[in-house]
């Protein structure tokens, strides 16, 4: 039987080191996440393939847990899918898991919500390993005054405040799921498993910005945080999320956009874990 | 009264991300954290100064708990000199603490002991986040057998197996206080407070040897780390630990010397905090 390979479709959970890289989408100059897995795909299947992605990171924003879908012709089986991918990626984008997924499976628009996460380190002196993930924030910031601010953002609004003005013009309204401060001792950590040089050095804290919802605009995470730490700095009053939520005024409104390499796409979310059969 | 200032001994606490660096020492060539500190006090004390470090790191490895001494002529106060050595300092170089110190202290030859960390990442997949801090391991290791290998250390032994062959020749008997090897799931951590986006990364593990001794031969926790890694995939038999310190053997009879990014000089313990004034 030599027939022509029937079509699948994959869905591949992605990791990347955003450093040096043009952010998910490929473009005109420079490495993009996209780009790398196409070319590494089209190469397994002896054609051009199309890789759509979850979420459209930007330059320099990380990723633990993307998803991207392809749909393409090839016998090989999914985990050496996987091993064939890494052998070929640099060490900065990673495949963790390639699973075979319905033939109706988009990684976009089959995604029910996604989850970001933005790391500060707050302190006079940030640990030079938390560097390539974090925003140094070295002033002091009210943690309590960020997480009320933070909670105001849950529910559906209008978030034309926190939408990068160089974006498309749809509609800004989207709905939050989960949004949360969490702050942690790194003093504290360093007895309990080390992860990383980070957790010994002192006298910092790290401050995690979770965020859950079913869409974001461009930049919108990062607008978020650098008004969330305008509060914790006490340049804005407590309040200000929600009055910005509710005049859904322009861009500049808000704070600034927060640096790029505190952000990093931590999961993207399915209606049904069950549809993706387990072919590992 | 503008007599010459007195000259003070500073303690210092450094971390650094080795990743560029020549190591601790200054080299003729490239750039050492060594170099980098005497500029910096050079500048300050407005005379040339010698800094001396408790451990001499190199190329590569990075430091969390860093000690260093100076003694030096200038009049603003500890916590000064760290603000001042970090605005010139590269980021990659941090100056965690500064304290007053007798001026008989040494960071060198007054320390009792030295931690170091060594980090694995131990999976078929390494987190992009890992790559900078950790050794990936990509095949199966027994961890069980690694810990009764890394306990076989405590004690004073003749380390000659563990010896670089480049190194001075002086006496190889060291006392090893503490050795162990810690394994962590790193899914569970993903629920707990996240360091960084390694975290949420699977199916790896994260190894780390931790070593606590009163001195170390040059490249030996590496030399170790290599030996514990070929009793845990199998190439060697347990009780290779103990078999290489009875024999005293040279140093091609140990296992390979691990990668110098997963190494990380931890803390540096010295007898009588007491005896270092709190001028912060």
Redesign the interface.
């Given at each position: 039987v030599t027939g022509t390979l029937p079509a699948r479709t994959l869905r591949l959970r992605v990791?990347?080191?955003g450093t040096g890289l043009v952010g998910w989408q490929r473009q005109a100059e420079g490495t993009s996440v996209q780009g790398l897995l196409e070319e590494a795909l089209g190469r397994l299947a002896g054609a051009a393939v199309t890789v759509h992605g979850a979420g459209r990171t930007d330059a320099g924003v990380?990723?633990?847990?993307q998803v991207a879908s392809v749909t393409l012709s090839v016998r090989i089986d999914a985990s050496t899918v996987?091993?064939a991918l890494?052998a070929t990626l640099p060490?900065?984008?990673?495949?963790?898991?390639v699973t075979d997924a319905p033939r109706s499976f988009h990684a976009r628009y089959s995604a029910r919500s996604k989850t970001y996460?933005y790391?500060m380190v707050n302190g006079?002196?940030?640990?030079?390993?938390?560097?390539?993930?974090c925003w140094h924030v070295p002033y002091a910031l009210d943690v309590a005054a960020m997480m009320g601010e933070a909670a105001a953002l849950v529910g559906e609004h209008d978030f034309s405040s926190f939408r990068s003005t160089g974006g498309a013009m749809g509609s800004a309204v989207r709905r939050v799921l989960e949004s949360s401060v969490?702050s942690?001792d790194l003093r504290s950590?360093a007895a309990s498993?080390?992860?990383?040089?980070?957790?010994?050095?002192?006298?910092a804290r790290?401050l995690?910005y979770t965020v859950r919802g079913t869409g974001f605009l461009r930049h919108m995470v990062r607008a978020i945080v650098g008004t969330l730490v305008d509060v914790g700095a006490g340049r804005r009053p407590r309040g200000t999320i929600a009055r910005l939520l509710a005049a859904a005024a322009s861009r500049d409104e808000a704070g600034a956009t927060a640096p790029p390499q505190g952000l990093?796409l931590?999961?993207v979310e399915y209606d049904d874990p069950g549809e993706v059969a387990a072919h590992r």
């Open positions: 990791a990347y080191d990380h990723a633990s847990g996987r091993r890494n060490p900065a984008v990673r495949v963790l898991e996460e790391r006079p002196v940030a640990p030079p390993a938390a560097l390539p993930t969490g942690y950590l498993p080390q992860l990383a040089p980070v957790a010994r050095i002192e006298p790290l995690v990093c931590a999961a």
